[in-house]
Each structure stands twice: as C-alpha cells, then as structure tokens.
C-alpha cells in the first residue's frame, strides 16, 4: 500500500520558473491539501479538494495553482517562481477533512533563486 | 480566523523525564484534536488524537488531555526515550458547518529534544 506519493523530492528552481508537483494517493480519499511548512510558521494551507472537480483556496494561495481531475491525483502548480516560494511542500489526503487522519506525502524541498 | 498557538517551541528533557506541550484554539465549535509527530527529514504522521466528547486519552507513554472550556488541550509523554525527539504539531478541526470549510488548522510546532 503506497499512501501518498509526491513528486519530486528536492527541485532547485530560477526565479519565474514554473513547475508541478505531483501527488497521488491510493486509498481512496475524498480530501487532499497541500502545505508548506516554513521555518516556525508550522503547516499552512495553500489548496485543498473535497473530491474530483473540487478545489478550494487556503491560507496561501497567491502563486499557485490546482486541479483535481481524478480522486487519486492532486496536483500543485507554481505559475512563476519566487524566492518567497522557497519551503518544504507537503501533500496530505484523509478519509473526510474533518475528523479524520490525515496521510502526508514524504515531502518536496523546493529552492528557488 | 481561527488560530491554534501552541507552546513551547523547543523543548529539551533528560531521557526518562515527561514532556508536556500545551496547545490552546480558538474556535469553540473545534471537534478533533490530533497530534502529529515530525522526525528530521521525515513526513508528519499522527500519534494520537482526540475527540471534544472525550476529557483524556492514552496511549502507552503518550496521552492527550482536553479542556474544552479553557479550549486548550495538551500532549503528555512520560519516560522520554531519544526516539522520541522530534517535532510535534497539534491540530484542531472544525465542523465545516462553522469554518465554511474542510481543514485542519495547525500549530506552529514543538522540537521536542530528549537529551542522553
């Protein structure tokens, strides 16, 4: 049983690059999120989905973008990269969104100069 | 907005000692209460939750207590090993009928240190 898979691990980006993380789950979770974690600032949102053709707004959105075509994949896209991007980004999905576990992927480290 | 501030940041104990991290939330309607345990390098992953119709839980050395007057609730681990520094996040879920949505809203994180 793989969980959630996440894409890549580490990426190294240039200023106004744009690149998409990937994130797949395979136990059929309604929910997925997406975090960053930055240093002393804990998780915070950026996206989540309730299901296919779902997707709400976190606590911070501006800068990227998702999708939810299918239940098992989710997506983050970053449309132009900036140095304030640079974190460790975190794909989660539970059974519902409240009150249940959330699974997390292994991570991506994302450095953009 | 609804905020969770746990405390304290870092937190440093003698191998065999307790550690308590104490998280308090402000949205009242907040129904979940889980614990996420982060290892350098690693994904968070849950090591015990609560829910609002129940004051404690245990779970061998770990046990989470909930105070849902004062709104706070905290973690407790007893006979601290190495293994278990890391860093801890809480988390409280509200009902998606008060927040308007589905979420979790963490803490800021605890780096738990059990020193040999």
């Known amino acids: 049983n793989a969980g959630v898979t996440q894409t890549p691990k580490f990426q190294v980006l240039k200023t106004g690059q744009s690149m998409t993380l990937q994130c797949a789950q395979d136990?059929?979770?309604?929910?997925m999120s997406w975090y960053r974690q930055d240093p002393g600032m804990g998780l915070r949102l950026i996206h989540y989905s309730v299901g296919a053709g779902i997707t709400d707004q976190g606590e911070v959105p501006n800068g990227y973008n998702v999708s939810r075509s299918t239940t098992e994949d989710f997506p983050l896209r970053l449309l132009s990269a900036a140095p304030s991007q640079t974190s460790v980004y975190f794909c989660a999905s539970s059974y519902s969104g409240q009150g249940t576990e959330a699974f997390f992927g292994q991570g991506t480290r994302l450095t953009v100069v | 907005g609804e905020n969770v501030e746990q405390h304290p940041s870092t937190l440093s104990v003698q191998e065999g000692d307790s550690a308590v991290i104490k998280c308090t939330y402000s949205?009242?309607?907040?129904?979940?209460f889980p614990w996420y345990k982060q290892e350098l390098g690693k994904r968070p992953q849950l090591i015990i939750d609560i829910r609002s119709n129940v004051g404690e839980k245990k779970d061998q050395r770990i046990a989470v207590t909930l105070n849902k007057t004062a709104k706070h609730f905290s973690l407790h681990i007893t006979e601290t090993q190495p293994e278990d520094s890391a860093v801890y996040f809480c988390a409280a879920s509200p009902p998606a009928w008060t927040s308007g949505t589905y979420k979790y809203i963490f803490g800021t994180g605890t780096r738990l240190k059990v020193l040999a």
């Open positions: 136990m059929n979770h309604e929910y």
């Open positions: 949205d009242s309607a907040s129904n979940y």
